[in-house]
C-alpha cells in the first residue's frame, strides 16, 4: 500500500511568519491532495496537484508537486489564526477510484 | 447544493452494540467512500461504494459493511462495536474519479 509521511507532525508559528509542510510518498504519486481539517471535522478540500512541477495557489497557500522527489510541499505565506488546523496531504492509488491514502498529518497552531 | 451530508453528528454506543451511519454525496456524485479517523491519524479508507457495489475495500474486518441506494445515499454499518471503533467517521463522495468532497463526520465513541 501507498505511505504517506508529513513532515513536521505540528508546528508552532507566529503570526505573519512563513511556513512550509512536506509530504513524501513511498511510491508514484499519481495525484497528490492537500485537505484542511478543523479539530474533529470534516476534511476541506485544498488542492490538487496531478502534473510534476505543478504549482497551484490560493489565497496565500501554494502547494507544489516533486514528481521525481515523490514528494509535495504546502507553503503558507504571512500565517494568520485563520490558518491554524491540521493539514493533511492524500493521494490516489492511480486507479480514478479515489481510494486515498493519507499522511497521518500535521497540526498547525498561528500564535497572534 | 448542501454538499456531503453526514447523520448523526455524534453518537455514543455500548460495547457489543451495533450502529449505522449514513452519508448523502453532493449532487451529481454517484461514489461513496468512508474512512475512519482515529484521534491524532490520518483517515484509514474503509471500503467505496458505486452503482449499488462495493468496488473496494481497505483493511477492515468484515464487522464493517456498508450499502449504496439508488439515490447514490450510502450507510456504513458497524456491528459487535469495540472500544477500538471510536473515531470520527467521514464520508467522501466523487463523480466518476473527479475530486473527492468529504462530509463533516460523525464522532462515534464506544464505550
Known amino acids: 500500500s501507498q505511505e504517506l509521511e508529513q513532515s513536521p507532525q505540528s508546528l508552532i508559528v507566529q503570526e505573519g511568519k512563513n511556513l512550509t509542510i512536506n509530504c513524501t510518498s513511498s511510491?508514484?504519486?499519481?495525484?497528490l491532495y492537500w485537505y484542511k481539517q478543523k479539530y474533529g471535522e470534516g476534511l476541506i478540500f485544498l488542492m490538487m496537484?496531478?502534473?510534476?512541477?505543478e504549482e497551484k495557489s490560493h489565497e496565500k497557500i501554494t502547494a507544489k508537486l516533486d514528481e521525481k522527489k515523490q514528494q509535495s510541499s504546502l507553503h503558507i505565506t504571512a500565517s494568520q489564526p485563520s490558518h491554524a488546523g491540521i493539514y493533511l496531504c492524500?493521494?490516489?492509488?492511480?486507479?480514478?477510484?479515489?481510494?486515498?491514502?493519507f499522511g497521518s498529518g500535521t497540526k498547525l497552531n498561528v500564535k497572534p | 447544493d448542501a454538499g456531503v451530508t453526514q447523520s448523526p453528528t455524534h453518537l455514543i454506543k455500548t460495547r457489543g452494540q451495533q450502529v449505522t451511519l449514513r452519508c448523502s454525496p453532493k449532487?451529481?456524485?454517484?461514489?461513496v467512500s468512508w474512512y475512519q479517523q482515529a484521534l491524532g491519524q490520518g483517515p484509514q479508507f474503509i471500503f467505496q461504494?458505486?452503482?449499488?457495489?462495493?468496488?473496494q475495500r481497505g483493511n477492515f474486518p468484515d464487522r464493517f459493511s456498508g450499502h449504496q441506494f439508488p439515490n447514490y445515499s450510502s450507510e456504513l454499518n458497524v456491528n459487535a462495536l469495540l472500544l477500538g471503533d471510536s473515531a470520527l467517521y467521514l464520508c467522501?463522495?466523487?463523480?466518476?474519479?473527479?475530486?473527492?468532497?468529504f462530509g463533516q463526520g460523525t464522532r462515534l465513541t464506544v464505550v
Open positions: 511510491k508514484t504519486l499519481y495525484g
Open positions: 467522501a463522495s466523487s463523480f466518476s474519479g473527479q475530486g473527492a468532497f
Open positions: 496537484l496531478q502534473k510534476g512541477g
Open positions: 461504494y458505486y452503482e449499488e457495489e462495493e468496488r
Open positions: 449532487s451529481g456524485h454517484d461514489t
Open positions: 492524500g493521494a490516489d492509488n492511480g486507479y480514478n477510484f479515489n481510494k486515498f491514502y
